[in-house]
């Protein structure tokens, strides 16, 4: 689900809404008196909820407003990845640290892509 940040202009003031794609946010809340302040408020929400969302964000605002906001966080776009990277932490010993550092060099790689090629590789019968 998409990111949305709301700015309105609501009586001698703007206020702002966000939500994020895990919940979290807030509502009705202020964004300042002038269309800068509003626009740097919307500014930071779409880096803030925007940006770190994969499926990226939307920015509603009034024209003065988003006419100051920068183009590229107005409509973000998502940054799903084709794959996730995920971490895995493995203890060994001193020696098979060793014996591992010495293959990674003999195959010419350093130690993280030697493990990632190993840990990826179809396993032989």
């Given at each position: 689900m998409r990111s949305t940040v709301i700015i309105e202009?609501?009586?001698?003031?703007?206020r702002a809404t966000a939500q994020g794609k895990f919940g979290?946010?807030?509502?009705?809340?202020?964004?300042?008196?002038?269309?800068?302040?509003?626009a740097a408020h919307a500014a930071s929400a779409?880096?803030?909820?925007?940006?770190s969302n994969p499926d990226g964000g939307s920015l509603v605002a009034p024209a003065e407003v988003?006419?100051?906001?920068?183009?590229h966080l107005r409509?973000?776009?998502g940054t799903t990845p084709?794959?996730?990277d995920k971490w895995l932490q493995v203890r060994v010993t001193g020696a098979e640290s060793d014996d591992i550092t010495a293959a990674a060099n003999a195959a010419g790689k350093t130690v993280?892509?030697?493990?990632?090629?190993?840990?990826?590789?179809?396993?032989?019968?």
């Open positions: 202009h609501k009586g001698n003031g703007y979290g946010g807030y509502r009705n809340a202020p964004a300042g008196d002038t269309p800068d302040k509003a779409m880096i803030r909820y925007g940006q988003l006419a100051l906001v920068p183009e409509e973000v776009a084709d794959r996730r993280s892509e030697y493990v990632r090629d190993r840990a990826l590789a179809k396993p032989t019968k």
